[in-house]
């Protein structure tokens, strides 16, 4: 099976971010210098501009702030999986991410805005990164 | 510019083909920028100002004015997707109304069709330089299509927003596509199952392509391109055709935020800054040429150029006032729009043609009487980072 397209590196942003899942952590910015969530990860903080910030855990729990079902998509990795959701995510943290809802049935009636879900790790090899995915809580 | 008259579309071409096999972009650019100056009454050696998206050249937008042969005192190589024209048009009539400039020409070309390119579904390659964008986003899947999808569930979910009144939009924009030959040529040559008319049931009844839009709310891939003439009101004196005057503009983008209201778009804050730049409000406008690369885009401009409360945009389309021939409201994408008659990749442009051709008289689904127009683009992927300029034009 086709992979799914991976991050690319270097890109020192992400990097931190994706090398927390090789041991399944989600992780996620805050400012030092104000109360900003900042994410996805950058050097910066996107409220202030201040350069401290610190990483931190997350518990992987949040809310479905909207989601679609492709059912067609030409890329190798996904043309033939079927019917699955894009969402975005709001994590209990205060960040949103972009992600992909999964093990439910029929991802048009069995998801909806506003449920609860919690993180599920999708391997992508021995020792390599892994997806940060969500399904049902 | 507030109301004023000092900068004008004087001249427009739309490359007539959406097949368009054994052309390149830079031809359709160049055909169109030699046919719009003659639809002006100027000559080449008359453009002293070029406006470009920088595509299909070796070193961003450097390139074309050699190309075309161009000598410009002004080059603006703003690209901010399927909107740069109404950014470039904005920029021109803002310098030209400096009296930095005469005469500039925008151009757009694309072989999208041709090239097979599929702009809605294919999803992230995997390809390419390493950027935190791309790096947060290409792994789950989410196609140009879903992107957009997610913002229609959002707006159904928060404003209780329907399948049926979203595809009023369809609706409308296939009824002024079918009184436009070159909209039904090209429904005809891109093979559309039906080039007719169509129901708010055909639309619901439709495909699924990502849930919740529907194959009837997307937008066709096309070849295609056009050119757009801009003018100093001296210039204007010596031109062919009646000048459309350029009254107001406005620039904003809009990004994936923490917290953020995904069913707001940035015409929120564009749209606000082009009606005190015109001097006119959304109750006086005649026209509406909202970038339609799904009905979800246009319901959001509808909303946030104020044309409605937020929120109450389903209302207000399934109203019926949207057809050329309704009154109550502005008419909606009166050549076919992106849905039913050309989108290549990079829609603005045409929305300024229409436009142009409503305050002139010429469009093929024309309204009586019309005296103010709004074109507005929407850049870039709705559900993740955009961009939205509105520009206001006025008859003469």
Redesign the interface.
């Known amino acids: 099976m086709t992979?799914?397209?991976?991050?690319?590196?270097?890109?020192p942003?992400?990097q931190p971010?994706?090398d927390a899942t090789k041991e399944k952590k989600l992780i996620y910015q805050t400012c030092d210098d104000c109360p900003e969530?900042i994410?996805?990860?950058?050097a910066h903080c996107t409220k202030c501009g201040s350069l401290n910030n610190t990483w931190n855990d997350s518990k992987g729990l949040g809310t479905v702030?909207?989601?679609?079902?492709?059912?067609?998509?030409?890329?190798p990795?996904?043309k033939d999986i079927g019917?699955?959701a894009?969402?975005?995510v709001?994590l209990d943290e205060?960040?949103?991410?972009?992600?992909?809802v999964i093990n439910v049935d029929d991802?048009?009636n069995d998801i909806k805005?506003?449920m609860r879900v919690k993180l599920a790790w999708l391997d992508q090899g021995e020792g390599e990164i892994a997806?940060p995915m969500f399904e049902p809580a | 510019m507030s109301q004023t008259r000092e900068v004008a579309v004087v001249g427009i071409h739309e490359y007539p083909l959406r097949v368009a096999p054994g052309v390149s972009a830079l031809q359709i650019k160049a055909e169109s920028a030699s046919k719009a100056l003659a639809d002006a009454g100027l000559s080449w050696q008359d453009v002293d100002a070029v406006y470009d998206n920088g595509q299909n050249q070796n070193i961003g937008g450097l390139s074309i004015s050699e190309y075309f042969g161009f000598k410009p005192r002004l080059i603006d190589v703003t690209s901010v997707g399927g909107t740069s024209y109404e950014f470039q048009a904005h920029h021109a009539a803002t310098m030209i109304a400096a009296g930095k400039a005469n005469v500039a020409v925008l151009t757009y070309g694309s072989t999208a069709h041709s090239n097979r390119v599929a702009i809605g579904t294919a999803g992230a390659t995997g390809q390419g330089a390493p950027t935190p964008f791309n790096n947060m986003e290409d792994s789950w899947g989410m196609t140009g299509i879903a992107g957009y999808g997610m913002v229609k569930a959002r707006h159904m979910h928060q404003y209780g927003t329907t399948n049926e009144q979203f595809a009023e939009i369809s609706v409308a924009t296939r009824y002024h596509a079918m009184r436009n030959p070159e909209a039904v040529k090209a429904m005809t040559d891109l093979e559309f199952v039906g080039v007719n008319e169509i129901t708010v049931q055909d639309v619901v009844d439709s495909r699924m392509i990502a849930w919740p839009l529907h194959l009837l709310e997307c937008c066709m891939v096309s070849d295609g391109g056009g050119a757009v003439v801009i003018a100093s009101k001296d210039v204007v004196k010596n031109t062919k055709k009646k000048p459309v005057w350029i009254i107001g503009g406005g620039e904003a983008t809009k990004y994936r935020e923490n917290g953020g209201d995904i069913t707001v778009s940035a015409g929120a804050q564009s749209g606000p800054v082009a009606f005190a730049d015109a001097g006119v409000t959304p109750s006086e406008i005649d026209v509406l040429m909202a970038y339609d690369s799904f009905s979800i885009t246009v319901m959001l401009m509808i909303e946030d150029l104020g044309f409605c409360k937020k929120g109450e945009g389903g209302d207000y389309v399934s109203s019926g006032i949207l057809k050329f021939d309704q009154s109550g409201g502005p008419a909606l994408n009166t050549d076919g729009g992106g849905l039913s008659s050309n989108h290549p990749g990079e829609r603005g442009i045409f929305c300024i043609l229409e436009a142009t051709r409503q305050m002139r008289g010429e469009s093929t689904s024309q309204v009586d009487n019309a005296k103010l127009a709004v074109a507005v683009g929407n850049g870039g992927q709705l559900g993740a980072r955009h961009a939205t300029s509105p520009i206001i034009l006025a008859a003469d």
């Open positions: 992979m799914r397209p991976q991050p690319r590196f270097p890109e942003d992400t971010f994706w969530v994410f996805y990860p950058r702030y909207t989601f679609s079902v492709v059912m067609q998509s030409r890329h990795a996904f019917p699955y894009v969402a975005y709001d205060g960040f949103r991410i972009m992600t992909n991802p048009v805005i506003g997806l």
